[in-house]
């Protein structure tokens, strides 16, 4: 992928002005900085060695210019420190959003392929080197730049062969940088991914807490964490000796460096072609033009990272949502709830070969339809095609006549309520989690839903009534407390047509009788489909379809398919042996 640079600079627009400010003021502090050895230099050979009688007011005038550098500097720095890390921090926040809005409009087909946390670690850890990047990147090579070239020519203006001599040591100190570099990259890098391999582990381990303790494999999983945990210490390891290498060479080199300057300096002034105070300015200008090079590594990783996050940030960014509004796309108003799959045909991967070959099924408005058939039949894909989680490969579903594709997806779903075996609730209130059915409904709204969904009861015996905290995806409610909760959601979004999800199918008997009475409420006037796990629950159905291979091949009511001795039959006398 080649770097976007146009992308990736306009990011800085919006905040153009304060940074261009930043950028000065690091110009600014880092050549002021340049300015105080010269300013010893000036009291060392002009101000000491003149006559002393003026020397004090002599001095006291310089003291007093570097208080002022001083001040300024602090402001300088004040605000590179502050506003810099700050437009960092606001260009990290712009594209986090963006980033977050993007993930919401992506398809299914987009999440069942991608790991929820490698999602989550480009949503933080990635934006946060972009951020790093966006503001250290600029300021630091500026500081760096002026400070480098500041001294060299302070230095060679002073003394050029001694400069000359010193400088000999910088393209062998730039190879050393670079190569520790790389070894240094490398070994972070590594980390990154250890690291990773921990978080994906502990996130693994604690969401299933209650599968790992009920089968009492709480040593295993301890095993299965330390061998991530000592991968991620060697891992470590080999930075520290990186670290090591890297950082003891530098100070070895700065030690040269200084013992040269000594030695060739001393030379010149038994020469008599260098004073003291040269000496001491060249000794306390050294570190100007060592320290960019040392911090060479820091900027190229520091760069590196910056730019494999955004990439990683425009990796998702150009992934095209498959499921769009049509340009044109038309808003559903007062849906009567008549389905068509016309002639449908669908497969999620076409190596795995489809799922519906030339299906049709006609529901009316206001009909109570369930479908069965064997697991694995395509139930569940049904249900996600009508409300066009997924596109159809060929033929097409009309919902009032009008093809979903042509559809606003807004004003499509919001007409469809779904209520699944698996349910899922937010953290947050049991108000929350049900006001998530219509954001905009007043909290007599919620608790009317709660009622009809047989949830009111349960949820006024709660310590603090609606305003009850559920916990993490509801771990403090039971399995038939969650679906009355979905259910009232549904009840307040208040559809036209309604899916439901082999809705009961976990339930105990007493749940189960309570939901399915809710579920009866809800279903009333509204067109109804419910895919059916166990047979026992469709039997008042409507019409009841039978799916097999793809296709549709019985249809009727339960006594009728009875009679036609078929697969509903041999399926029904099947469950029916379970139960006995
Ligand atoms: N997201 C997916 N990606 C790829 N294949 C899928 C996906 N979801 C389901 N399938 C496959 O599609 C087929 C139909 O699955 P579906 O869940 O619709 O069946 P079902 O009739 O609802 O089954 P069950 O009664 O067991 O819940 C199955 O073979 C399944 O493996």
């Not at 490398?186 to 391999?197: C, P, S, V, Y």
């Not at 955004?310 to 960014?317: G, N, P, T, W, Y």
């Not at 989680?389 to 919902?399: C, R």
């Amino acid at each position: 992928m080649t770097f976007p640079v146009k992308k990736f600079l306009s990011y800085y627009k919006p905040y153009r002005s304060i940074f261009l400010i930043v950028l000065f003021s690091a110009l600014i502090t880092s050549s002021l900085t340049l300015v105080f050895p010269l300013l010893v230099r000036y009291v060392t050979k002009d101000v000491l060695a003149g006559s002393l009688s003026t020397a004090f007011e002599d001095v006291l005038w310089v003291g007093g210019v570097m208080v002022v550098l001083v001040v300024a500097q602090n402001v300088g720095n004040y605000i590179v420190d502050y506003k810099g890390h700050e437009i960092g921090a606001r260009m990290e926040t712009d594209m986090r959003g963006e980033l977050f809005a993007h993930l919401q409009k992506l398809s299914f087909r987009f999440y069942d392929k991608e790991n929820t946390g490698r999602l989550m670690s480009r949503v933080t850890n990635d934006l946060l080197m972009v951020s790093e990047l966006y503001h250290h990147g600029p300021e630091d090579y500026v500081k760096y730049l002026v400070r480098f070239l500041g001294a060299f020519v302070i230095l060679f203006w002073i003394n050029a062969p001694l400069t000359l001599t010193v400088f000999c040591f910088f393209p062998v100190l730039g190879f050393f940088s670079l190569y520790f570099n790389k070894k240094l990259n490398r070994a972070l890098t590594d980390n990154k991914e250890r690291i990773g391999d921990i978080n994906a582990q502990v996130e693994d381990s604690l969401s299933g807490i209650r599968v790992v303790q009920s089968f009492a494999n709480e040593s295993l999983e301890i095993r299965k964490f330390n061998v991530e945990n000592e991968r991620f210490l060697e891992s470590r390891k080999g930075t520290y000796r990186a670290e090591a290498y890297f950082y003891n060479g530098t100070e070895a080199f700065i030690q040269l460096i200084t013992v040269t300057i000594v030695i060739f300096g001393s030379i010149q002034i038994v020469n008599a072609s260098l004073d003291l105070a040269d000496l001491i300015t060249f000794l306390l200008y050294i570190g100007f033009m060592i320290e960019p090079i040392q911090r060479l590594t820091h900027m190229s990783t520091q760069f590196q990272e910056g730019v494999t996050g955004f990439q990683r940030f425009m990796e998702i960014m150009n992934i095209k949502p498959d499921i769009e509004n049509a340009p044109d796309a038309k808003i559903l108003s007062r849906v009567e709830g008549h389905i068509l799959l016309k002639n449908l045909s669908f497969h999620y991967d076409s190596a795995l070969g489809p799922v519906f070959k030339d299906l049709t099924l006609e529901v009316l408005p206001g009909e109570y339809v369930a479908i069965v058939g064997p697991s694995g039949v395509g139930k569940t894909t049904l249900s996600s095609l009508i409300s066009r989680f997924y596109d159809v490969s060929e033929g097409g579903i009309f919902v009032d006549g009008e093809n979903v594709k042509d559809l606003d997806l807004n004003s499509l779903r919001s007409n469809i309520g779904i209520v699944q075996q698996d349910v899922y609730l937010f953290s947050g209130t049991v108000m929350e989690n049900i006001r998530y059915g219509q954001p905009e409904a007043t909290d007599e709204e919620v608790m009317k839903a709660a009622k009809q969904a047989n949830a009111d009861e349960f949820i006024t015996r709660l310590p603090q009534g609606y305003h009850s905290e559920i916990g993490q995806r509801g771990v403090r409610l039971s399995g038939g407390q969650k679906q009355r909760l979905s259910i009232a959601r549904v009840f307040l979004k208040n559809p036209p047509i309604l899916i439901l999800d082999e809705a009961t199918s976990a339930l105990d008997n007493e749940s189960e009788s309570i939901v399915k009475e809710s579920l009866e409420l809800l279903a009333r006037g509204r067109t109804t489909l419910v895919i059916a796990h166990r047979l026992s629950t469709i039997r008042n159905a409507g019409r009841i379809v039978v799916l097999s291979d793809g296709r549709i091949v019985e249809e009727g009511t339960h006594e009728a398919l009875l009679e036609q001795n078929g697969q509903y039959s041999r399926l029904y006398s099947k469950q029916f042996e379970v139960q006995v």
